[in-house]
């Protein structure tokens, strides 16, 4: 009888949360004993997991002064490590850098699995203390897990070519798993009578967390350019505060307001993005991001920046095609890299090339149906690698 900790950094919207989620129903329906670990607790989560459910803090780390925050991050391994011997642990996942980290110096004796889910050259290419952690950490406590799950191989490559990462025989190319016929379901679900009329146009749908790494400022530059009378464009998720308020002022500047809509969090966004024209995604960087392969499932075609070469992975079965500058696939459209090698907010809002391709490509697949049916002709060769059963036995499997 396996039993399984799942750690992870928050429990919202993200990809990494809802990747979560779908280990644990999975796990704990093939008779696991499944636990759950947040690094971080809030009254907001939209997941959680009853008394399987554990927590290091309920204090944000964006509220916590920088001595708290350092004496956290001492402290949580150690807690961590109780929580593992207490409960007789016999393999961990953790998502992302900082649950991998303490994960890595609990210093326990289960089957530990971490996983990258972005291309960490440029993520951590920011020169902050916590960053520069991360990043020694790779050659260090890192050689503490068995396994390193890569969600892309162009995660992989990136860490070996670009982070100087030692252990390549630990890295394993593994993509996150989607439970198809649960998102099917969901997207089956009625959205509030008071939304609905948001979706008589025709739609472009953001769906994620809000922050620097998404650069939705590009996005909502990219819409001001196309004809937006009949187009509404709509953001599901929230975030850092400051980003939140740069884009309102931004849809306020650019006289948008009677467009795009913000309808914050919500538990379940698939019936939401079902009624989507377009998924639109203008990251600065990316892993194998949940939600394109969510769009796929709900016929529901892309526009994304070339923010990895994990994003031609997931879009493309075998056909790349070149259309004015942009890259055509069967899922959709991947224009030019909005990365110009700085992690921040732009102070110039002036309208830039990138940005009127990225607005190319949304006029493409706004205005013809032929990108959803050569979607659709394409889905299950698509969706082949993402298949719920074989991703998870591929977690815990040692080797």
């Known amino acids: 009888m396996k039993n399984i900790l799942l750690i992870i ?33 809030l009254e907001t989560d939209l997941f959680n997991f009853g008394s399987d459910e554990f927590f290091l803090s309920q204090i944000d780390l964006s509220k916590m002064s920088s001595f708290k925050r350092m004496l956290f991050y001492l402290v949580a391994p150690f807690r961590l490590r109780k929580l593992i011997l207490r409960e007789n642990i016999s393999d961990s996942i953790s998502f992302g850098d900082m649950a ?88 089956k679900e009625i959205i509030p009578e008071n939304e609905q009329h948001l979706f008589d146009n025709k739609t472009i749908v953001f769906l994620g967390r809000f922050s620097i790494q998404k650069a939705i400022w590009h996005l909502i530059k990219a819409f001001s350019v196309i004809e937006t009378n009949n187009v509404n464009l709509i953001f599901i998720g929230d975030g850092d505060d400051a980003i939140t308020k740069t884009l309102k002022d931004l849809v306020k500047k650019l006289y948008l307001n009677e467009n795009v809509y913000f309808l914050g969090r919500k538990s379940n966004p698939y019936k939401y993005l ?28 892309i526009v994304s920046s070339f923010c990895t070469d994990g994003i031609v992975e997931m879009m493309s079965v075998k056909t790349k095609e070149y259309l004015d500058g942009l890259i055509y696939t069967e899922s959709g459209f991947i224009t030019p890299t909005l990365f110009k090698g700085v992690m921040e907010i732009p102070k110039d809002d002036t309208i830039i090339e990138e940005e009127i391709k990225f607005s190319n490509a949304l006029d493409f697949v706004l205005n013809s149906n032929k990108y959803k049916e050569i979607m659709i002709v394409n889905k299950i060769k698509l969706l082949e690698k993402y298949k719920l059963e074989v991703v998870s036995n591929l977690y815990l499997k040692n080797n």
Do not use: M, Q
Request: with cysteine; aromatic share 10%.
């Open 100 to 187: 991998n980290v303490f994960s890595s110096l609990t210093f326990t004796d289960e089957f530990k699995i971490g996983s990258i889910h972005s291309l960490k050259s440029i993520e951590l290419s920011n020169k902050n203390l916590l960053n520069k952690i991360f990043k020694i950490s790779y050659n260090t406590s890192y050689k503490n897990l068995n396994k390193i799950v890569c969600i892309s191989n162009a995660i992989k490559t990136d860490l070996i070519n670009n982070c100087n990462f030692k252990d390549k025989e630990k890295l394993k190319v593994i993509y996150n798993p989607h439970d198809i016929n649960e998102i099917v379901s969901k997207s």
């Open 9 to 41: 950094p928050y429990a919202g919207v993200g990809g990494i949360e809802r990747l979560a989620f779908t280990f644990y129903k999975h796990f704990t329906n093939a008779g696991y004993n499944v636990k759950v670990v947040k690094i971080i607790k």
């Open 274 to 301: 079902v009624k989507a024209d377009v998924l639109a995604l203008s990251s600065y960087w990316e892993g194998t991001p949940n939600v394109i392969v969510e769009a796929i499932i709900l016929n529901v075609p």
